[in-house]
């Protein structure tokens, strides 16, 4: 499970979501391990079943307004949210905290945050923070490549030329996302791509083998590279061996499981003298009919199929003809 700390939050968006700190400054190394935002309306309004402690607590104008109004009720209801064991309280559009929850927070070191923004912007911003830090994610050895908007994973062992592809393509006027490693994170039902590197000066150069290191953008410049992609095929490349039976008509489609998410696999075998990139953007172009709704393969297995019926019968007839 991926984590960030309540002062990990504040340091990185603090400045964008005008964040003070009001109470509790010693509760910051506290836990944040989901991305989704909590108005805690009905905790407070004293049905405490099911509540998300694990989720950040949001207190917009509605929650100060109700506690205003509750009067003696009021510390008996913060006494209880702030003895959960929530991250942190944040309250929105500049209110002002009732006493008794700046009291709670400094006693029980429950770290009390303030935004200048409206609380829309706030849960917004958060969320999008949130979802990219906490996304379950894992390190592919590979290349990624934006063919045609399709974001084309390229794997396979050591030295077997996805750089060398990646490089083919990017000179047909493709883009580089990362060579070597990628990083894919799942974020809701897709798969965002990224590099692994740590400084911005190191990305998206690739090792060639006989060449050495080459700087992408600044070979081909700004339009041949991209930042993150969303990973949508993986293409694998794999030394050719006579014994194994390739596809021929495409009508089984393959499907490799990343994260939890199924995507289109092809796999696509090397022998001298076939130009890997051209069929890379096949592979791109033929998913994006896909989407759209036209499965080549289909139409020639029905299409032969009718041609196949229709043979049948007129021989048929033939034969019934005696004369």
């Known amino acids: 499970m991926k984590k960030i700390t309540v002062s990990e939050l504040i340091r990185d968006k603090g400045e964008e979501l005008g964040i003070e700190i009001l109470a509790g400054t010693r509760g910051t190394k506290r836990i944040i391990t989901e991305p989704h935002i909590t108005r805690p309306s009905?905790?407070?309004?004293?049905?405490?079943?099911?509540?998300?402690?694990?989720?950040?607590?949001?207190?917009?104008?509605?929650?100060?307004?109700f506690l205003q109004e509750i009067g003696e009720k009021r510390r008996?209801?913060?006494?209880?949210?702030?003895?959960?064991?929530?991250?942190?309280?944040?309250?929105?559009?500049?209110?002002?905290?009732?006493p008794e929850l700046v009291e709670f927070c400094t006693q029980r070191n429950v770290p009390l945050l303030r935004s200048s923004l409206p609380t829309a912007d706030v849960v917004r911003g958060l969320f999008f923070y949130l979802e990219d830090k906490l996304a379950p994610e894992v390190i592919v050895h590979g290349t990624l490549v934006d063919v045609y908007g399709i974001g084309i994973?390229?794997?396979?062992?050591?030295?077997?030329?996805?750089?060398?592809?990646?490089?083919d393509l990017v000179a047909r006027g493709h883009r580089l996302v990362a060579d070597d490693t990628v990083r894919i994170k799942r974020k809701g039902s897709i798969l965002i791509g990224e590099g692994t590197a740590k400084s911005e000066l190191l990305r998206h150069h690739m090792e060639i083998r006989g060449i050495g290191i080459v700087d992408i953008a600044s070979m081909y410049g700004i339009k041949a590279i991209r930042l993150h992609k969303r990973v949508e095929v993986e293409v694998k490349l794999i030394r050719w061996d006579p014994q194994k039976d390739y596809t021929r008509t495409g009508l089984e489609t393959e499907h490799t499981n990343i994260l939890g998410i199924e995507i289109p696999y092809v796999e696509i075998p090397l022998v001298p003298g076939k130009?890997?990139?051209?069929?890379?953007?096949v592979v791109a172009l033929n998913h994006m009919l896909k989407l759209l709704g036209y499965d080549a393969a289909r139409v020639f297995e029905h299409e032969l199929i009718r041609v196949m019926r229709e043979e049948a019968k007129r021989y048929a007839k033939l034969e019934e003809d005696t004369e």
């Open 42 to 65: 009905l905790f407070l309004a004293g049905y405490e079943k099911d509540f998300p402690e694990k989720r950040i607590q949001l207190l917009g104008r509605r929650e100060i307004g």
């Open 76 to 98: 008996e209801r913060l006494d209880s949210l702030t003895t959960r064991k929530i991250p942190c309280i944040i309250i929105s559009c500049g209110l002002s905290p009732p």
């Open 153 to 167: 994973l390229f794997t396979g062992e050591s030295g077997i030329g996805k750089s060398e592809t990646a490089l």
């Open 275 to 281: 130009n890997i990139a051209v069929l890379v953007e």
